[in-house]
Structure formats: C-alpha cells, structure tokens
Nanobody
Framework: QVQLVESGGGLVQAGDSLRLSCAASGRTFSTYKMAWFRQAPGKEREFVAAISWNGGSTYYGDSVKGRFTISRDNAKNTVYLQMNSLKPEGTAAYYC??????????????????WGQGTQVTVSS
C-alpha cells in the first residue's frame, strides 16, 4: 500500500514557474514508477510526465515537453514536477500516481495503482 500526497499547487500567471511535490508513504517507493497526470474540468485525465523506478528514464506528454521536468528522490520518498513557462491551458488538478515498475505503458492511467488526491494549478493569462 502506498499513500501519495501532492503539494505545491497554486495560482500563477502565464510564463511563471511552479514546482509540485508528491510525498509517498511506505518503504517500497523506490520500486515504483511514478507519474503526473492532470485533469481540467470536463476533460479527460491527461498524461504529463513519468519517471522510472530508479530515475533513469523519463517520459513527457507532447504538450509539456521542453517546459516540465520530472525527478525523484528515493531517499526522501518524493517525486517532483518542475513546471516552467506555464500556460493558461495548464490549469487543472494535478495528480501523482505510482505503478508497478514493469507493468503497462508509462503514459496510461491504467498502469498506475495508487493515486494522490490532487493539487490545483491555476494559470491566469
């Protein structure tokens, strides 16, 4: 069992930066691949970024490539999402997710077993 708690969301202006954090409970954090998804009202959940269990591989959605960076600190049981050059279309609830490291495609919600409650990011124009 893994519990995930996101933090760092808020209201920012277009072009600003924000860093989200996701703290995980449990001693098996380092065995999970981790990801960030986002969901805006009335829209489907969208893949943002994923990172392998050891941090050796990262993946990004097309809409955030070059602007967002995912990282993890297994000693702190935490995964981060650095978001630069934020755009109004990035307004959404951002969710952290954990999944078995060799199961499923990293950009698919079905590959993740545990989810956080989400943190709201609002980007004003």
């Amino acid at each position: 069992q893994v519990q995930l708690v996101e933090s760092g969301g808020g209201l920012v202006q277009a072009g600003d930066s924000l860093r989200l954090s996701c703290a995980a409970s449990g001693r098996t954090f380092s065995t999970y691949k981790m990801a960030w998804f986002r969901q805006a009202p009335g829209k489907e959940r969208e893949f943002v970024a994923a990172i392998s269990w050891n941090g050796g591989s990262t993946y990004y959605g097309d809409s955030v490539k070059g602007r967002f960076t995912i990282s993890r600190d297994n000693a702190k049981n935490t995964v981060y999402l650095q978001m630069n050059s934020l755009k109004p279309e990035g307004t959404a609830a951002y969710y952290c997710a954990a999944g078995a490291r060799y199961y499923g495609n990293s950009d698919s919600p079905s590959a993740y077993l545990y989810w956080g409650q989400g943190t709201q990011v609002t980007v004003s124009s």
